[in-house]
């Protein structure tokens, strides 16, 4: 199986983890979806329906969509559910009990804790990380530190602990595979070659505004934003990629995931979405993967790895395709994969930041309260800020490798405890940069 993995221990790729142990992989695997009602858990759901011979699902959560939830729990019967707060707990118990499933009784766990403590079962094999933004942190973190196997799809975990995140997976054998689209291609491209690599291509689409300029995007609206051109996918998501600090997510993902120096790491806009990311190797060939805009495949690989296996989403024609595209990201009108940059040199607690800001700005957008362009301006302000304050140390200590389990998770405790505290006043921040207008603030 060594010869499906990206490769570790450098000189040019160090991936996150080793892989998982063939015992690991026998049998049918019990499996948690954290995020099961947003659009990777639903994909994931349509994969394991596929394959239902070979998974057992024991835990979904949510934050609060109760109703879709309620009809997961209903068809899957999970013994363990997970929402945020007790209020959408009430309404999941009613949901249920108006719906009478016969013979079915959930536990329901409320909040962070409940994420954490559903991901870290000891009969889990699997734990898909898929909530979004910051919150999915303390699941991806529990399951690391009980030594799972966690398809990733929540890049924020990387972001804002990717260094603990690492020593976490090899302190307790923990293994990651990588849902994102963009790195599961490079997964792909790097199995069995990892060494070879010179450098890692992350596509991108441009979003719905690529070719725009940057005063033409100042007035873009909230709906105009939420059109992405080629993926379906949550509003948070689709505003990043609208702005591209989606990709700026992903080169700090990328950077963590693979253990790149960060010249290795590249962005090329490519319309098309049909190449999902492209490595290019020491003797300057270039190796692509290439597939439809489906987030099943991906998620389908992760989750039945080591296996390729149908999952039903629809093959790539390459005679209707149409011709592929590639260009250099605008720096002037899309900011954001600079501040990436400008975050993984300064480090410090930047990602954190950046992050943070990120989230808070999207929020505001939505919300009608800030401009377009306004989003990363506020990001841009956060991160200068941070720098000249007295937060520009490492948010985090780095708990030893060779570790006993209890010193690994009190150092992983302490560094959620302080990224916390980072993110919130980061927000804050945003927040008020915002009420004053980021120039008069």
């Not at 602990?161 to 491209?189: K, M």
């Not at 290795?264 to 597939?291: E, N």
């Not at 501040?339 to 939505?366: K, P, S, T």
Request: overall charge neutral; glycine content about 8%; hydrophobic content about 45%.
């Amino acid at each position: 199986m060594t010869a499906l993995w990206p490769g570790r221990g450098g000189p040019t790729i160090n991936y996150i983890s080793e892989a998982p142990a063939p015992e690991a992989l026998r049998g049918r695997r019990p499996i948690v979806i954290l995020g099961s009602t947003g659009s990777i858990g639903g994909n994931a759901l349509k994969v394991i329906r596929a394959h239902a011979a070979r998974f057992s699902v024991l835990g979904l959560a949510c934050a609060r969509n109760v109703a879709a939830l309620a009809a997961q729990a209903a068809e899957f019967r999970p013994p363990l559910l997970a929402v945020l707060d007790e209020e959408a707990a009430d309404a999941l118990r009613q949901r249920l009990r108006d719906m009478r499933p016969a013979g079915y009784a959930p536990e329901i766990l409320v909040g962070a804790e409940g994420y954490a403590r559903m991901a870290s079962l000891p009969e889990v094999r699997m734990v898909l990380s898929a909530q979004v933004g910051a919150a999915g942190l303390a699941g991806t973190l529990a399951a690391a530190l009980a030594g799972k196997i966690i398809a990733l799809a929540n890049k924020e975990s990387l972001v804002l602990a990717g260094d603990l995140l690492r020593r976490v997976c090899t302190a307790r054998s923990a293994v990651i595979l990588p849902v994102d689209s963009e790195h599961n291609a490079l997964f792909q491209c790097l199995a069995g070659r990892g060494q070879d690599a010179q450098e890692l291509i992350l596509t991108a689409s441009g979003g719905p505004f690529r070719g725009r300029r940057r005063e033409e995007l100042r007035h873009v609206t909230r709906e105009q934003a939420l059109k992405h051109p080629n993926w379906s996918m949550g509003a948070k998501i689709t505003i990043d990629s609208a702005t591209m600090m989606n990709k700026a997510l992903e080169v700090v993902e990328a950077y963590h995931l693979y253990g790149i120096p960060r010249e290795a790491l590249r962005v090329a806009v490519h319309p098309q979405s049909v190449v999902h990311s492209l490595v290019r190797f020491r003797d300057g060939g270039l190796l692509a993967q290439m597939g439809p805009a489906d987030m099943r495949l991906p998620i389908g690989h992760c989750l039945l790895w080591p296996e390729c296996l149908s999952v039903n989403a629809p093959g790539l024609d390459l005679f209707s395709c149409g011709p592929l595209e590639f260009y250099e990201p605008d720096p002037e009108a899309f900011p954001s994969v600079a501040l990436a940059w400008r975050a993984l040199e300064r480090r410090g607690g930047a990602c954190v930041v950046m992050n943070a800001a990120n989230e808070a700005a999207v929020e505001l957008f939505l919300e009608g309260r800030c401009g377009f362009t306004d989003i990363a301006d506020i990001i841009a302000e956060v991160m200068d800020r941070h720098e000249t304050g007295n937060d520009s140390r490492r948010p985090w200590s780095l708990p030893d490798p060779a570790a006993d389990p209890e010193t690994t998770a009190a150092h992983a405790c302490e560094a959620m405890t302080r990224i916390q505290n980072l993110d919130q006043k980061s927000r804050e921040l945003a927040r008020k940069l915002a009420r004053a207008g980021v120039s008069e603030c």
